[in-house]
């Protein structure tokens, strides 16, 4: 098993490629039509969110919490890091709301077509703030994750995923 830190870099370039291919899906899209359909460019998209939710839910309550404990020093980049994942909820949001009322993604609702330019924004917005975010908390947390002994926890209750769960 490879340590903390080094488990938390391979989570963050499994995200990086997911955010990119949901990315260029949208490109795609808007570009010729030839992209995904929206019903699938919704289905990824939220499991995106639903991934990077749980990874940052999970470093809030685990790793975050154990580094604080044992790292003091560490608390106010902890509090920095805590608040991006706020702002990243936010627009996690934000691109779930523009899909949920979409008849073309799901035959049950009821509202307005989406528009994959506003996905687009949204996702531009996502990528911009999680790339700093992830490089900041790479540099900052990478040595003091790898300081921790295996009673700290497993992967995914500090790092709310593990990079087994989306090997190929």
């Known amino acids: 098993m490879s340590a903390y830190g080094q488990q938390l870099i391979e989570i963050h370039r499994w995200l990086r490629e997911e955010l990119a291919r949901l990315r260029e899906g949208v490109e795609t899209h808007l570009a010729d039509g030839t992209g995904p ?98 490089v900041y908390e790479e540099k900052k947390l990478t040595a003091a994750l790898d300081a921790l002994d295996p009673s700290a926890g497993t992967t995914s209750e500090l790092l709310g995923l593990t990079p087994v769960e989306y090997a190929d």
């Open 37 to 134: 359909r929206t019903g699938d460019l919704r289905a990824h998209c939220l499991a995106f969110c639903a991934a990077l939710t749980r990874h940052h839910t999970g470093e809030d309550g685990g790793a975050f919490r154990v580094l604080a404990e044992r790292e003091p020093a560490l608390r106010p980049v902890l509090a920095e890091l805590a608040a991006d994942h706020e702002v990243v909820a936010g627009i996690l949001s934000r691109v779930e709301e523009l899909f949920a009322a979409d008849p073309a993604a799901d035959p049950g609702a009821t509202g307005t077509p989406v528009d994959p330019r506003r996905v687009r924004a949204e996702l531009d917005g996502l990528a911009a703030l999680l790339e700093s975010h992830l």
